[in-house]
């Protein structure tokens, strides 16, 4: 079975510019899952998608940050503009479904620099 | 306060040591919990669910006591591979996951 795939896997951009991120879930998983995880830390929920749909983005910069997931597949996760703190592996992760107890698999995560 | 807080360690053990880690959780209204594994520059991989009856994998026993809002991993027989980060995690209705911030183990030859 194929795992979760993230594209790219290093970024380096300057503050104030924008970037995006891709994952592709594991085939059939409903619900996709963007963490932040920066040096040190534990992974920080972002944003939760159940199909297409927003679960929980209580902690998603809004002003900075936005996320989509089409047609409940792919989601990209954007950044605009980025800032020196946003420096951090972004990971992406998807399970089958919205069920406490469900496997979280994660990507290898994007590890993204801002200068 | 953190939502769930661990001792960031790092623990050094020798090789065969028993070592146990404790997280703590402030929400009282979480409801499920799990222990994942994350190796240096890799992404976390599940270790272990937390049952309320306590489960055992193999040299791995996980606890949960919600009186006092904490969950508890034990790993026996230390293996040189047990060295990672450990990550404690607290969830509510299947989402708002809050992440430890993780507990290092070394283990030493």
């Known amino acids: 079975e194929a795992g979760v795939a993230q594209s790219p896997r290093y970024k380096i951009i300057e503050k104030r510019q924008s970037v995006a991120f891709w994952c592709n879930p594991i085939?059939?998983?409903?619900?996709l899952y963007w963490y932040q995880q920066i040096l040190g830390q534990g992974p920080k929920l972002l944003i939760q998608f159940q199909n297409n749909g927003v679960v929980d983005d209580s902690q998603l910069p809004k002003d900075r940050f936005s996320a989509e997931r089409l047609k409940g597949v792919d989601s990209t996760l954007k950044i605009q503009p980025a800032k020196l703190e946003d420096s951090a592996v972004y990971l992406c992760?998807?399970?089958?479904?919205?069920?406490?107890?469900?496997?979280?698999?994660f990507g290898p995560g994007t590890r993204l620099t801002v200068t | 306060r953190k939502e769930v807080e661990q001792d960031p360690g790092p623990f050094n053990v020798p090789e065969g040591a028993t070592v146990a880690f404790n997280c703590t959780y402030s929400?009282?209204?979480?409801?499920?919990f799990f222990w994942y594994r994350q190796d240096c520059r890799k992404e976390p991989k599940l270790l272990m669910s937390v049952y309320s009856s306590g489960n055992e994998d193999g040299r791995f026993t996980a606890q949960l006591n919600r009186a006092s809002q904490y969950i508890s991993l034990l790993i026996r027989d230390s293996k040189l591979s047990d060295s990672a980060t450990y990550l404690c995690v607290a969830t509510l209705n299947g989402q708002n996951f809050v992440f430890g911030p993780g507990t290092r183990l070394s283990v030493l030859p």
């Open positions: 992760a998807s399970s089958l479904e919205r069920v406490a107890g469900r496997e979280q698999y």
């Open positions: 929400n009282s209204a979480s409801q499920s």
């Open positions: 085939s059939g998983h409903a619900t």
